[in-house]
C-alpha cells in the first residue's frame, strides 16, 4: 500500500479517533492490558495493523450504551455486614470501553462489573463520565485490595488497581465510605460464588 491509499482511508480525525479508542480500550483491559502507542509513524504496517482490528473499532461514541444483563453480586464487610447490589456484567471489549460513560446518575444499588479473566494490573480512567465513582479492585479470591474514591468526572488521569486484579466495580461515588466498604471486604456472587 502506498502512503497516498493510507490518506485516502484515514483521514486526521479518523487516525485522531482509532488511537484514542485504541487508547481507551488499552487502560480499559480490552486489549489485555497490552500498552498502545501510535502505529501511524508506519505507514504499511500501521494501517495494516489498523485494518486488522477494523471488526472492534466502532464509531465514535456519544451516549450511554443501553443497560447490559445484569445479576446480583454482595459485599460482606469484616464486620459482616452484607451489602447487596445488582451489577451489570460489561464483557465484551466495547462494553468495557464505554462503561459507566454519558450515565448521569448511579443508584447506590446498582453498579458495573468487569470481570478481566485473568488477574492483571489494571487502569481505568473518568472520560466521558459526568459523575463521581468508586472504583473497587478485586482480587482472584474476591477480595477487595484498593478502593478508589470519588474519582473525579470527566477525567482523563489513570486510576490504577495498585496491583493485579481479577474484576473491578464500579459503584455511586462515596458510597464506599458511607457503607464502610474496606479493602479486605469480600465479593460474593458474580464470578466469585455463593
Avoid at 5 to 17: A, C, L, N, R, T
Avoid at 40 to 51: D, M, P, R, T
Avoid at 88 to 93: C, Y
Avoid at 96 to 110: C, K, L, Y
Wanted: charged share 25%; glycine share 10%.
Amino acid at each position: 500500500m502506498t502512503d497516498e491509499v493510507g490518506k485516502v482511508f484515514f483521514s486526521e480525525e479518523k487516525k485522531q479517533k482509532t488511537f484514542n479508542f485504541l487508547r481507551c480500550a488499552s487502560h480499559k483491559g480490552a486489549l489485555q492490558g497490552t500498552k498502545v502507542f501510535c502505529f501511524f509513524f508506519s505507514k504499511k504496517k500501521g494501517l495494516a495493523f489498523l485494518l486488522s482490528l477494523a471488526p472492534l473499532m466502532a464509531e465514535a461514541v456519544d451516549g450511554p450504551q443501553p443497560e447490559l444483563p445484569t445479576q446480583h453480586l454482595t459485599i460482606v464487610s469484616k464486620s459482616g455486614a452484607r451489602h447487596d447490589f445488582t451489577v451489570e456484567i460489561a464483557s465484551t471489549p466495547q462494553e468495557q470501553e464505554i462503561g459507566e460513560m454519558f450515565r448521569t446518575s448511579i443508584p447506590a444499588d446498582r453498579g458495573m462489573f468487569f470481570d478481566w479473566g485473568t488477574p492483571r494490573e489494571m487502569t481505568m480512567w473518568m472520560k466521558n463520565c459526568p459523575v463521581p465513582e468508586d472504583m473497587v479492585f478485586i482480587g482472584a479470591d474476591g477480595t477487595i485490595t484498593h478502593i478508589a474514591e470519588n474519582t473525579v468526572p470527566e477525567s482523563e488521569s489513570y486510576i490504577p488497581s495498585g496491583g493485579p486484579v481479577r474484576a473491578t466495580l464500579e459503584l455511586q461515588g462515596g458510597l464506599t465510605a458511607k457503607l464502610g466498604i474496606e479493602v479486605g471486604d469480600k465479593i460474593s456472587g458474580v464470578i466469585f460464588g455463593k
